[in-house]
């Protein structure tokens, strides 16, 4: 595909398709998916589970490269296998923080792994500013993952996606694995992130308070396919126009 002029379409889908193993093994999993963000969007998926919403955002990340259609970044067609420079300016925050991160490895290599293999300079002062940043002291460096709380853990998470300034969160139910109290916390701290650094987010969810606290935009989806797009204030009015979409409401909300 060419550019498309005149737009400031951030990352986008283009009839994405995703289908798993042959002969009776064969799922389809994500069904000619078109989604668009613009520069400083944020946008939400939800669903029920299997739905095929984090296979959508694996393949975006560049994690899952086999798929038809198109999948855009900056108005550019992306290759299945990218380059560096796509991922220094696209992130992805995962569900469980403890999984993300290596359990050997201290803070301060976390994050300065991703400085070296983009040999960006000043890692001891780009680590400090970070975890400044998602709110944790620079005394957090030499802690190893189990001596944090699960929302210390997190936001560590996200200062490793932060620490390349990137342009795109790709974020994976970033605080489904968390406390109440502390999901607010993340939920905050994403909020501001994205302020101050005019970031674009797509965030994956099941839950409806995660997305319309977060979210401008949401998408349903049911089998693998998108079935329709609301604005936040219409998921929380409950205004939808597809049956399963009302049907999903009222389950999250029993």
């Not at 289908?19 to 999993?29: E, L, P, S």
């Not at 959508?56 to 198109?70: C, E, K, S, V």
């Not at 976390?110 to 944790?136: F, Y």
């Amino acid at each position: 595909m060419t550019p498309i002029p005149g737009t400031e379409r951030s990352i986008e889908t283009v009839n994405l398709s995703i289908a798993f193993g042959k002969g009776a093994q064969y799922r389809q999993v994500v069904d000619d998916v078109s989604i668009t963000l613009a520069h400083g969007d944020c946008y939400g998926l939800i669903g029920e589970s299997g739905c095929g919403k984090s296979t959508i955002l694996r393949a975006l990340a560049g994690l899952n490269h086999d798929y038809q259609g198109h999948i855009l970044f900056n108005n550019r067609e992306q290759q299945p296998l990218r380059d560096k420079a796509f991922y220094r300016q696209v992130q992805m925050v995962f569900q469980d923080p403890y999984a993300s991160l290596h359990p050997r490895k201290m803070v301060w290599n976390s994050l300065r792994e991703p400085l070296k293999l983009h040999r960006m300079d000043r890692h001891e002062a780009r680590i400090s500013d970070v975890l400044n940043a998602v709110g944790l002291s620079d005394a957090f460096r030499y802690r190893y993952p189990h001596q944090l709380s699960g929302g210390q853990r997190q936001r560590v998470a996200i200062a490793r996606a932060l620490i390349l300034e990137p342009s795109v969160l790709l974020l994976d139910e970033p605080t489904s694995a968390l406390d109440v109290s502390v999901q607010a916390e993340i939920l905050n701290l994403l909020s501001v992130m994205r302020k101050q650094r005019q970031l674009t987010y797509l965030m994956v969810t099941h839950d409806l308070a995660v997305v319309t606290h977060l979210c401008q935009r949401v998408g349903i989806m049911h089998h693998g396919k998108l079935l329709e797009e609301l604005s936040a204030d219409t998921l929380r009015r409950g205004a939808a126009n597809e049956s399963y979409t009302r049907q999903f409401l009222a389950a999250s909300e029993a």
